[in-house]
């Protein structure tokens, strides 16, 4: 899954990376309601690159999808879409028939359980700035007049990085996502994949708290790794040390 990410560059930023990266960019719709953040959660407004009315365009939606059917924001998460339910259409998702979409990112964030812990850990290209993630769109005009969405589309993991957590959203080339958003429907579903050499490392567990601001993406140092573990080492130390034990 994929349920936080970077991208903290201005729209004009944003812009420019995607034009230099060959994607033609017509209009930029509602960038006021953009959140520059390491730290961005699901219901935050993003740049989402897509095609409308023969236009592409760069728009910033909400991060859930809302189909155009609904007459409420669901309260169950639809900030990702597996990618076999894409291959299925199931009505949550039939959008992705027409409705597909790029969405840049620095990088994003996944949670490596170990036993009661959630440790995270941040994925990003090892030489581009930006990654280009494939996404599906809706516009829904029950909710609110003209309430544009998106879910990013996750895949398996590639074995480089399932060791951390076993999915991941779906990375392509940006001239591939060309392809996803204008191609025929049975061809690109043939780049529902990842991209398997990808830089990642351990970061601060401040990220975990939705709101949390700072430098989250930056790895941690190799003392406060080995700290998280002499703590948990200790904490197991103490729990069976002979003052815990009780005589019969």
Known sequence: MCGRYALELTTEQVVTALESNGLRIDNVYDAERGLESLNIAPTSYEPVYYKENDEHNLRYMHWGLVPSFAHEVFKFPTHNCKSDS???????????????????????????????????????????????VLGIWDRNEHVEDSLYSFSIVTTDAGSSIEHVHHRMPCIVRFEDAIEWIDGNWPKVLDLIMSKDDLEFYRVSTAVNKIGSKGQLNEPLKEEEVAQVGDKRQSTMDSFFSPKRIKKE
């Not at 894409?86 to 990112?105: D, E, Q």
């Open 86 to 132: 894409l291959a299925h259409l199931k009505p949550m998702w039939r959008s992705a028939k027409t409705r597909r979409a790029a969405v840049p990112m620095q990088g994003y964030y996944e949670w490596h359980s170990e036993g009661k812990k959630k440790l995270p850990y941040y994925f990003k290209d090892k030489d581009a700035e930006l990654l280009c």
